[in-house]
């Protein structure tokens, strides 16, 4: 039994030897690819180390949301749109693109179906957690890329912050998605969620998940409900004026829109990518304000 055995593990290592070698002796398995991907999650470990290299470590942080968008177009709108534009800029200036990230603030649309609306606390400490994550990882410069209109005030609160303690990495965010003019002449006066610049753009990003049969089975209208004036600010303006989540004409979307619209988003990321790898003052002045601000008295003018 014992020599049974002992000759079953002589055969197994010439086997397992036999193995080895011809699996030596194959060509080369598929080399490091020579265009490495934009997205993080598609990149082996070693191919990672070479694209934070090869971004001179700038990361995109594209922030969505899961929110009701009209009738008419899906939860993840302003996820997909932002990923779209986000993944096509930095195909053009290369970048390593974050996964898909969407806890932002939608406090304003959990009355609608399939909202995802996290705390206030979690959403500044998970993207804390995150954007430090990153910085771990070699992105040293972390664009956030803003798909989400109601994230307007949290992004610049929380780059803002950045300055309370020291980090080893700047936040950058790009908060613009439509262009102030050019462009074919749009129909609707109000465009400010799921209108003709939404619709338009999701009909280049996602088309298939347009319904624009849908759009008119709701009003998009201004309610105008609100009776304070524009300068004092409240957090229900919102819902006052839009209560169906809906502002603008879904229907009145065209692609050619869509199409000027991504174009413009597209190039102006790829331009604030190219920017944010030259600049060189932000990461030196941060370090300094750091440093000084662990003395301040000794602070001349
Ligand atoms: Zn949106």
Redesign the pocket.
């Known amino acids: 039994m014992r020599r049974a055995l002992q000759k079953l593990s002589v055969a197994f290592a010439l086997i397992l030897a036999a193995s080895l070698i011809s699996s030596q002796s194959l060509p080369a398995q598929t080399a490091p690819s020579s265009k490495l991907s934009v997205h993080w999650e598609e990149l082996t470990a070693s191919d990672f180390r070479e694209g934070i290299h090869q971004s001179q470590g700038v990361c995109l942080l594209p922030f969505g949301?899961i929110?009701k968008?009209g009738p008419h177009l899906p939860l993840g709108?302003?996820l997909l749109?932002v990923r779209y534009a986000a993944l096509h800029a930095a195909a053009q200036e290369y970048a390593v693109v974050f996964p898909e990230y969407y806890f932002g603030q939608i406090a304003e649309a959990r009355h609608e179906p399939g909202t995802m609306s996290y705390s206030r606390s979690l959403q500044l400490a998970l993207l804390q957690e995150t954007t430090d994550e990153m910085s771990r990882n070699g992105c040293k410069k972390i664009l956030i890329v803003n798909?989400?209109?109601g994230n307007d005030s949290l992004l610049p609160y929380f780059a803002q912050t950045q300055l309370e303690k020291p980090h080893d990495y700047v936040v950058y965010v790009f908060n613009e998605r439509s262009p102030d003019h050019g462009g074919p002449q749009k129909k609707s006066k109000i465009d400010m969620?799921?209108g003709e610049s939404?619709t338009s753009k999701m009909m280049i990003a996602h088309p298939e998940l347009v319904h624009p049969d849908r759009a008119t089975s709701e009003s998009g209208a201004d309610q105008a409900r609100q009776k304070i004036s524009e300068d004092i600010y409240t957090g229900i303006w919102w819902y006052t004026r839009f209560p169906n989540h809906y502002s603008g004409e879904g229907a009145a979307a065209t692609k050619e829109l869509g199409q000027y619209q991504m174009n413009w988003w597209i190039d102006s990321i790829a331009k604030a990518i190219k920017e944010v790898k030259g600049d060189d003052v932000s990461p030196k002045l941060q370090q300094e304000f750091y440093e000084k601000s662990t003395h301040p008295l000794d602070t001349q003018p």
Do not use: N, P
């Open positions: 949301i929110e968008h709108t302003d749109d798909g989400h209109g969620h799921a939404e």
